[in-house]
């Protein structure tokens, strides 16, 4: 029973480029975060998804960052023009159904450096 | 908004040691409470989680019981092992009609040595 998955777990980008980060869930699943953890920092909440929508996009920066999570295949985390600050971890956590009690898994993390 | 804050580290202790990291959350209505341990490298696991006032979450000799009265979730294990050494979250999450983001402390480092 695979957890969830993340790739890549290392990515290494110059400044101005552009960063595409994969969430697979686990299995069942069909909620979907994204957090970022900058160093020595906690996780801060990103965004929430569900197949096909957007449900709480409130942690997402308003320029240059945007998800989705489609119909089929993985989640999207996608950083246009990448600068220097958005060097961080990327986690993913998904969820089974509504529920104020469900546990989030998390992935092992995709961490981006931005040269 | 939600908060969560744990006491700073890194907390340094000996093997066999009596732990305790303390954690305090602000949060309207009732949320529910998490302990998470990350390894270096990887991802955040699950250690236990409370949902209710006075519930206590155990696992793998670690404790925390939901304090509603003082706003806590103190985590304690009785013997510490070098194995423990690890970064610990303590998070909260409100579910506003549905599942939603987790709020996270910033983290206690902890360091076990033999």
């Known amino acids: 029973n695979a957890g969830v998955m993340q790739n890549p777990r290392h990515l290494v980008r110059r400044r101005g480029q552009e960063a595409r980060l994969r969430c697979s869930p686990m299995k069942g699943h069909s909620h979907v975060y994204w957090y970022r953890q900058l160093p020595e920092e906690g996780l801060k909440f990103m965004v929430y998804?569900?197949?096909?929508?957007?449900?709480?996009e409130s942690g997402m920066p308003k320029e240059r960052f945007s998800a989705e999570f489609p119909k089929e295949g993985p989640s999207i985390l996608r950083i246009q023009q990448v600068v220097r600050g958005d060097s961080a971890a990327y986690f993913c956590?998904?969820?089974?159904?509504?529920?104020?009690?469900?546990?989030?898994?998390f992935g092992p993390g995709t961490r981006l450096l931005v040269l | 908004g939600d908060s969560v804050t744990q006491m700073e580290g890194p907390v340094t202790l000996s093997e066999e040691a009596f732990l305790t990291i303390n954690c305090t959350y602000t949060?309207?209505?009732?949320?529910?409470l998490f302990w998470y341990v990350q390894y270096p490298g990887e991802g955040l696991q699950l250690l236990l989680k409370?949902?209710?006032?006075?519930d206590k979450g155990s696992n793998k000799g670690f404790e925390a019981t939901y304090r509603k009265e003082t706003t806590s979730f103190h985590l304690e294990k009785g013997s510490v092992q070098v194995s423990d050494s690890a970064v610990y979250f303590c998070a909260l999450t409100q579910g506003r009609g549905g599942a939603d983001g987790l709020t996270f402390g910033k983290g206690t480092h902890l360091i076990i040595q033999p």
């Open positions: 949060a309207t209505g009732y949320p529910s």
């Open positions: 998804l569900q197949k096909e929508n957007i449900i709480d």
């Open positions: 956590a998904s969820s089974p159904r509504d529920s104020t009690r469900e546990t989030q898994y």
């Open positions: 409370a949902t209710k006032a006075d």
